[in-house]
Nanobody
Framework: QVHLVQSGGGAVQAGDSLRLSCAAS????????MGWFRQAPGQEREFVTG?????DSVYSQKDRFIISRDSTKNILYLQMNDLRPEDTAAYYC??????????????????WGQGTQVTVSS
């Protein structure tokens, strides 16, 4: 099992930047992909972006959101730039040991961070 602990987030103004972090521990050697999801009130959880822990390939790269990882420290990051009110949501990091052609489905992920709120005001 992999234990994920998130940090970062908070309340910002539109146009600001934030960086989320997700520290992984436990069976990190088994992780194939780590991803970021978000869920706004009343909406389904959606895949934001992901990164391979095998070759650092990025899945669903976004212009304003940049995923990266420090493999030496087992920390996943999400740099969020030019934030907009519609980015307001609870953000979750997740890890999967499965191989898949499409990593956007949350059912693929074994372990999840505790979530962190990002609130963007206009």
């Amino acid at each position: 099992q992999v234990h994920l602990v998130q940090s970062g987030g908070g309340a910002v103004q539109a146009g600001d930047s934030l960086r989320l972090s997700c520290a992984a521990s436990g069976r990190t050697y088994a992780i194939r992909v780590m991803g970021w999801f978000r869920q706004a009130p009343g909406q389904e959880r959606e895949f934001v972006t992901g990164i391979s822990c095998i070759d650092d390939s990025v899945y669903s790269q976004k212009d304003r959101f940049i995923i990266s990882r420090d493999s030496t420290k087992n920390i996943l990051y999400l740099q969020m730039n030019d934030l907009r009110p519609e980015d307001t949501a609870a953000y979750y990091c997740a890890a999967t040991t499965y191989w898949a052609e499409d990593y956007s489905a949350d059912r693929l992920y074994d372990d999840w961070g505790q979530g962190t709120q990002v609130t963007v005001s206009s």
